[in-house]
C-alpha cells in the first residue's frame, strides 16, 4: 500500500501537494484540538495531571505502532519517505486529539 501511495505522489506535482496539504490539516487540526482541549480543561491539578498522562499514553503507544509500522512497511527505496515519516507524525497527533477530546467529553459533561 505505501508503494501504491508513493508512486501516485510520483505520478504529479498535484497529487503530492494533495498528499502534503492533507497531512497539514491533519497535524495542524489535532494540535489546535489539543490546545483548545487542554486550556477547556483549565489549571493543572490532580485531576487533570491524570487525564494528561492518559493522553500522552495514547500518544506514546500510537507513536510505537507507527514507527514499528513504518520501519516493516516503508521501504528504503520509496523516493517520498520524508512525507510517510510525517504522516505517522501526524496520524500520533491526531490520535491525541481525539483521546484528548473524548475524555474532555467523558470528564467535563
Given at each position: 500500500?505505501?508503494?501504491?501511495?508513493?508512486?501516485?505522489?510520483?505520478?504529479?506535482?498535484v497529487?503530492?501537494?494533495?498528499?502534503?496539504?492533507?497531512?497539514?490539516?491533519?497535524?495542524?487540526?489535532?494540535?489546535?484540538?489539543?490546545?483548545?482541549?487542554?486550556?477547556?480543561?483549565?489549571?493543572?491539578?490532580?485531576?487533570?495531571?491524570?487525564?494528561?498522562?492518559?493522553?500522552?499514553?495514547?500518544?506514546?503507544?500510537?507513536?510505537?505502532?507507527?514507527?514499528?509500522?513504518?520501519?516493516?512497511?516503508?521501504?528504503?527505496?520509496?523516493?517520498n519517505?520524508?512525507?510517510?515519516?510525517?504522516?505517522?507524525?501526524?496520524?500520533?497527533?491526531?490520535?491525541?486529539?481525539?483521546?484528548?477530546?473524548?475524555?474532555?467529553?467523558?470528564?467535563?459533561?
Amino acid at each position: 500500500m505505501i508503494d501504491v501511495l508513493d508512486r501516485w505522489m510520483l505520478e504529479s506535482v498535484v497529487n503530492f501537494n494533495i498528499f502534503v496539504g492533507i497531512m497539514t490539516v491533519i497535524y495542524i487540526g489535532s494540535l489546535l484540538v489539543l490546545f483548545y482541549v487542554g486550556k477547556k480543561f483549565g489549571k493543572p491539578d490532580e485531576r487533570t495531571n491524570a487525564i494528561y498522562l492518559k493522553i500522552m499514553s495514547s500518544m506514546f503507544s500510537t507513536q510505537l505502532i507507527m514507527t514499528g509500522v513504518f520501519i516493516s512497511l516503508v521501504d528504503n527505496d520509496i523516493q517520498n519517505f520524508r512525507q510517510f515519516l510525517l504522516l505517522f507524525q501526524a496520524i500520533v497527533f491526531l490520535v491525541g486529539a481525539i483521546s484528548a477530546f473524548r475524555l474532555y467529553k467523558k470528564d467535563f459533561n
